[in-house]
């Protein structure tokens, strides 16, 4: 498995290669641990830039002090420009398998909703799988993992992704599906979305049990982002996976409406899991 962590020395930021580290176990794993810094301004003397990016590389090492005491093969990178793009650019040049992120930065700018921009752009642009990690985030597993279910791409996805790097996390998986309650037809109801639903979530899950993992179902009725989120908080979760959908109406953007709002109002790790995602 290949990782890229992002990282500015913010508390949210360290909180993400904590996590990070917690996942890249194997021989065979590699995290990449990368910062951004800014480019140099026009009027700055040659000596004051060279200063400036000798200051940049010793704070980079200090934040990468973590996963020179673990034992995970990491190694560091260290970008110049707009941290947006280069992390996108980073992502798909290393070929990598998952970004983690903090929920928020250290910079001065915040995106509505308390989510940094610059994680904020990621999801909407990545075609990979990406996580946000709170800043009160500690990696603590084996954890229950919430995962919403409700057969579309993304969703679908979604669970792929957790057959294949789920058990690295965890052995009991809750797939969790949200149907709009509708009061004329009865949840036992041979006839019911409720009933359906629990019949197609067994298919869903199928490459979760084909792997070992422990997957239970549950159908729920009410806003999707409310169910999610509160089975996750029922079920202690160190973990929600939620998939997104692929190339959407406005050209780049691709979170949609269920998974932007998780994003926001989750109080755990969340891993974002595009229906278009590209294969390492």
Same mark, same amino acid.
């Given at each position: 498995?290949r990782? !890229?962590?992002?990282?500015?020395?913010?508390?949210?930021?360290?909180?993400?290669?904590?996590?990070?580290?917690s996942?890249?176990?194997?021989?065979?794993?590699?995290?990449?641990?990368?910062t951004?810094?800014m480019?140099?301004?026009?009027e700055m003397?040659?000596?004051e830039?060279?200063?400036?990016?000798?200051?940049?590389?010793?704070?980079?090492y200090?934040?990468?002090a973590?996963?020179r005491?673990?034992?995970?093969?990491?190694?560091?990178?260290?970008?110049?420009?707009?941290?947006?793009?280069?992390?996108?650019?980073? /992502?798909k040049?290393?070929?990598?398998?998952?970004?983690?992120?903090? $929920?928020r930065?250290?910079?001065?700018?915040?995106?509505?909703?308390?989510?940094?921009?610059t994680?904020?752009h990621?999801?909407h642009h990545?075609?990979?799988?990406?996580v946000?990690?709170?800043?009160?985030?500690? /990696?603590?597993w084996p954890?229950?993992?919430?995962?919403?279910?409700?057969?579309?791409?993304?969703?679908?996805r979604?669970?792929?992704?957790l057959?294949?790097?789920? $058990?690295?996390?965890t052995?009991?998986?809750?797939?969790?599906?949200?149907?709009?309650p509708?009061a004329? #037809?009865?949840?036992?109801?041979?006839?019911s979305?409720?009933?359906a639903?629990?019949?197609?979530?067994?298919?869903?899950v199928?490459?979760?049990?084909?792997?070992g993992?422990?997957?239970r179902t !549950?159908?729920?009725?009410g806003?999707?982002?409310?169910?999610?989120t509160? /089975? $996750?908080?029922?079920?202690e979760?160190?973990?929600? #996976?939620?998939?997104?959908r692929?190339?959407?109406?406005?050209v780049?953007?691709?979170l949609?409406?269920?998974?932007?709002?998780v994003?926001?109002q989750?109080q755990?790790?969340?891993?974002?899991?595009?229906?278009?995602?590209?294969?390492?």
């Amino acid at each position: 498995m290949r990782v !890229l962590v992002g990282t500015d020395g913010s508390v949210g930021a360290q909180a993400a290669l904590r996590w990070a580290l917690s996942l890249v176990e194997g021989e065979d794993d590699e995290l990449i641990v990368s910062t951004v810094r800014m480019p140099p301004l026009l009027e700055m003397l040659p000596h004051e830039i060279e200063a400036r990016r000798s200051e940049d590389a010793e704070l980079f090492y200090e934040w990468c002090a973590p996963a020179r005491a673990s034992k995970v093969h990491f190694r560091e990178l260290l970008l110049e420009g707009d941290p947006r793009q280069q992390l996108l650019s980073a /992502a798909k040049a290393e070929s990598v398998d998952l970004i983690v992120v903090g $929920a928020r930065g250290s910079g001065g700018h915040r995106h509505a909703l308390h989510l940094g921009s610059t994680t904020h752009h990621l999801a909407h642009h990545t075609r990979l799988p990406i996580v946000a990690i709170p800043p009160a985030s500690k /990696a603590a597993w084996p954890a229950t993992v919430v995962v919403g279910v409700d057969g579309s791409p993304g969703s679908l996805r979604a669970v792929d992704w957790l057959a294949s790097f789920g $058990a690295r996390l965890t052995d009991d998986v809750l797939a969790v599906n949200a149907q709009k309650p509708l009061a004329e #037809v009865p949840h036992d109801h041979r006839g019911s979305p409720f009933r359906a639903a629990l019949d197609e979530m067994e298919q869903w899950v199928s490459p979760l049990h084909e792997v070992g993992l422990n997957a239970r179902t !549950l159908v729920m009725s009410g806003d999707a982002v409310d169910v999610l989120t509160d /089975a $996750a908080i029922a079920e202690e979760a160190g973990l929600l #996976v939620v998939g997104t959908r692929g190339l959407g109406g406005i050209v780049g953007l691709r979170l949609g409406a269920t998974a932007l709002k998780v994003l926001h109002q989750a109080q755990i790790p969340v891993v974002m899991v595009p229906a278009d995602v590209v294969a390492s």
